[in-house]
């Protein structure tokens, strides 16, 4: 342990042990999570504490996760970790607690449902069934591609609009949560269905409207010709579910969720699947790492299973 980080870890633990008056037991078990937090932080070449960054500090708990800790455990240590920066915050050693804002993963067992591969792509045939001429179904099928291939959320297909996607560069412009903007990929399955979509079924629905002016920017429209709304989407994921007959219950964010769930499993790394989903932070996309992670547009389309 260097000299900075030695000076800083004895202080934290008299205050603990004597100022506080913790159990021994206590003590000790804050001074292992300390000393484990400090020698991974050494191993990234960070020396003192004013040099770390609240990345620094996701990064440790994603690696508590890739080492297999338990949800207990990382909550633990995360515990310590707080600790250890306020006190250092006290202590006028940093200007800033890093840590506050992290917060440990959930375990496992809030792991929303997910549909392998081959249950996605019986999904979206399902979307297509009912006649390549049919403006809905046409609808239909580029909408959950676009859902699949995007991992946006329901709101943020409902929102989505005309000039929010270019088919010739693959990439969709999604609003996300708090107004904030992403640019993500769109493979070349979602690509394919929203051409055929654009070119023989959108104008269709437009004309369809009752309203004086028809919808002119909203990517997706309903029977009626208005924007689709949030609901109509949850029936289009239901009803296509039901023909492709699977019978566990489905929703738009079952998408999203199998989404990030198959980018992880093809070898995407945690950051980048967390800028894919628009995740404030890394620890809310963590919940999908059930194996090793290992920027953004190759480990797309060299994850996804329908990017190329």
């Known amino acids: 342990m260097n000299s ?21 037991a206590t003590v000790s078990a804050y001074e ?14 960070i020396e003192n504490a004013d040099a770390i960054t609240s990345r620094d500090v996701e990064d440790y708990v994603v690696s508590l996760d890739a080492a297999g800790e338990s949800a207990r455990s990382k909550a633990r240590r995360l515990a310590s970790l707080h600790e250890f920066h306020r006190f250092a915050l006290a ?19 809030t792991l929303p449902d997910v549909l392998n591969i081959d249950e996605v792509t019986k999904l979206l045939d399902a979307a297509a069934v009912g006649g390549s001429d049919d403006p809905v179904v046409l609808r239909n099928k580029a909408l959950l591609e676009f859902m699949y291939a995007t991992g946006c959320r329901v709101s943020e297909a409902a929102g989505a609009n005309l000039d929010d996607i270019d088919l010739d560069e693959h990439v969709a412009r999604l609003m996300g949560k708090g107004s904030k903007q992403r640019l ?41 010709g208005r924007r689709i709304s949030r609901q109509s989407i949850w029936e289009v994921v239901k009803d296509a579910g039901k023909r492709a007959g699977i019978t566990r219950p489905l929703h738009p ?3 999203r969720h199998s989404f990030a769930t198959h980018l992880i499993q093809g070898g995407a790394d945690v950051r980048t699947v967390q800028e894919l989903l628009g995740h404030a932070s ?3 996309t963590q919940i999908y790492t059930h194996v090793s992670p290992e920027h953004l547009i190759e480990a797309y389309l060299s994850s996804h299973p329908r990017a190329r």
């Open 184 to 224: 993500v990929p769109i493979g070349s399955y979602a690509c394919e269905a929203l051409t055929a979509y654009l070119n023989m079924a959108r104008g269709e629905l437009e004309r369809r409207s009752s309203a004086a002016i028809p919808e002119r920017r909203a990517l997706f429209l309903n029977k009626r």
């Open 282 to 284: 890394v620890t809310t």
């Open 4 to 24: 900075s980080f030695d000076r800083l870890t004895e202080q934290f633990l008299v205050h603990i042990g004597v100022e506080r008056g913790l159990a021994k």
């Open 91 to 109: 202590q006028h050693v940093v200007a800033n607690d890093v840590s506050a804002a992290i917060k440990a993963p959930k375990g496992a067992s």
């Open 253 to 255: 964010h079952t998408l």
């Open 32 to 45: 292992s999570d300390v000393n484990k937090y400090v020698d991974w932080l050494e191993s990234r070449g």
